[in-house]
């Protein structure tokens, strides 16, 4: 689902969680601001939380398809 978001998003949101850079960190590597960063860690949560609904959501419409 990573992979879905916009690439600055999908950038920013690799490097906070899994190399587990800070903000200030992360803003330095790219050379933007904070305020940069949190608005697309909270972008690409929004977008991955809808993702993930309607994948969990697809699978259990096809659970229920196999089961009697």
């Known amino acids: 689902a990573v992979n879905l ?8 949101f690799k490097l906070s969680f899994f190399e587990g850079r800070s903000v200030p960190e992360i803003a330095e590597t790219l050379n933007v601001s904070e305020k940069t960063i949190e608005y697309h860690l909270t972008r690409s949560f929004r977008k ?5 609904k309607n ?7 096809f659970l229920q398809l196999l089961l009697p």
């Open 48 to 52: 991955l939380r809808v993702y993930l």
């Open 5 to 12: 978001l916009p690439e600055k998003s999908s950038k920013v």
């Open 55 to 61: 994948y969990i959501l697809s699978i259990l419409a």
